[in-house]
């Protein structure tokens, strides 16, 4: 495998379900990073991970939770979602930490679409 | 706050000819500027990057971007397009905050015509 992997590919869960999605990458990168794509609204950036601390949550709901349990695999661990959650979930991995570094670029995977019924 | 801003939801051109997709972007330090092209049901590929140096930066599969400090752009451009380079193109700016975060354009989807 090379670059960066998500399972599954598509989900679909009830609102009383829990799931999990899983994501590796294969780059030795020490930052990854979900994001949510919706239908006509812009990338929004859930969580990120900078060797293996969380250190940014936009304000995501309690019923997302994210989990790096090292530098190479990133889950996002889903309970009681809502419809409106239905979107394509993008996992993204980078060299690089920040305070006053070099933006690095992020490297994605293909998504996982998740449709909450 | 930073931003970035693309004008153009939607462009057509015709199989062969120029492309411009524009970028506008808002942020106060110097910025690191990034074009990402995704295809139907596919993640976020990287087609070129800017951090310093030279204002016209070369990409893969043709592209090119010229950042302009005074307008705050950074245009994607490629000089003959083909049927397979339709697809969403997203504008996004390295924000170096507590981690390495990018804030995303809300892109443009281009049509090729035959």
């Known amino acids: 495998e090379t670059g960066v992997t998500q399972t599954p590919r598509h989900l679909v869960m009830g609102m009383t379900n829990k799931k999990s999605l899983k994501c590796e990458q294969h780059l030795g990168h020490n930052a990854m990073y979900w994001y949510k794509q919706s239908a006509k609204k812009p990338l929004e950036l859930m969580f990120v991970?900078?060797?293996?601390?969380?250190?940014e949550n936009n304000s995501v709901p309690s019923r997302f939770s994210p989990e790096c349990p090292n530098s190479s695999h990133l889950f996002l661990h889903l309970h009681t979602l809502q419809p409106e959650d239905s979107a394509l979930y993008l996992c993204a991995s980078s060299q690089g930490v920040g305070g006053g570094g070099i933006s690095y670029e992020q490297y994605f995977g293909p998504g996982t679409r998740l449709t909450v019924t | 706050a930073q931003s970035v801003t693309q004008p153009d939801i939607h462009i057509t051109v015709s199989e062969g000819a120029s492309l411009e997709l524009r970028c506008n972007y808002s942020y106060g330090a110097t910025p690191y500027l990034f074009w990402y092209v995704q295809s139907p049901g596919q993640g976020l590929q990287l087609l070129l990057k800017?951090?310093?140096?030279?204002?016209l930066v070369q990409g893969i599969k043709g592209f090119e971007a010229e950042f302009k400090r005074s307008q705050s752009s950074f245009n994607l451009r490629k000089p003959s397009v083909h049927w397979s380079d339709a697809a969403e193109y997203f504008c996004a700016v390295g924000i170096m905050e507590y981690g390495n975060k990018l804030v995303f354009g809300a892109g443009t989807i281009l049509r090729v015509k035959s």
């Open positions: 991970y900078s060797l293996e601390e969380r250190v």
């Open positions: 800017y951090f310093s140096g030279d204002t």
